[in-house]
């Protein structure tokens, strides 16, 4: 199997997982899914160094959650939209069951800084300690965004505050 190749199957394997990390990352559906593709560029270009020997996952990861967190250091923020566009409402039976949405909408409203700790710490499983590491920050800040993140979290209005009302975070 050539290098190419290989690419295009860690690609074909690991795009749709890396696409729900950005999202997660990033707060934003196309965001997340630009996040991703400009990680696999990078991922792409140093390929021949982690590929056989190297963990291509952990590299792309690593860049995504550091791209995330410089992004939100920025006082530009890439788009701003000049006008709503209409959306056409389809509707979806699962809706009302579905907290995918309550999520990211709560997730969007923190910094970029908080929201990134909080992906790596709860739906990475990452320790504060490996989230520092990838960072490049202490323990003690990770702590405290996350900290400062769950505190916004629970004063928020809505069906997401209750749901965290009754869990134990």
Known sequence: MSAPDSFADFVHGRYA???RHGILLTG???HGEDLAQETLVKTHR????LHPGGDPDAYTRRVMVRAAWRAGRRLWHREVP???LPEHKTTDPYEPRDTSRLVLSALRALPAQQRVVLVLRYWAGLS?????GMLGCSAGTV???ASR???????ADGPLAEAFEKSSI
């Open 149 to 155: 993140a769950i505190t916004a979290l629970r004063r």
């Open 128 to 132: 504060e300690q490996e989230i520092a």
């Open 143 to 145: 702590k405290s965004r």
């Open 28 to 30: 934003d559906h196309g």
């Open 46 to 49: 140093a390929w021949s160094r």
């Open 82 to 84: 000049t006008e709503v």
């Open 17 to 19: 997982a890396l696409v």
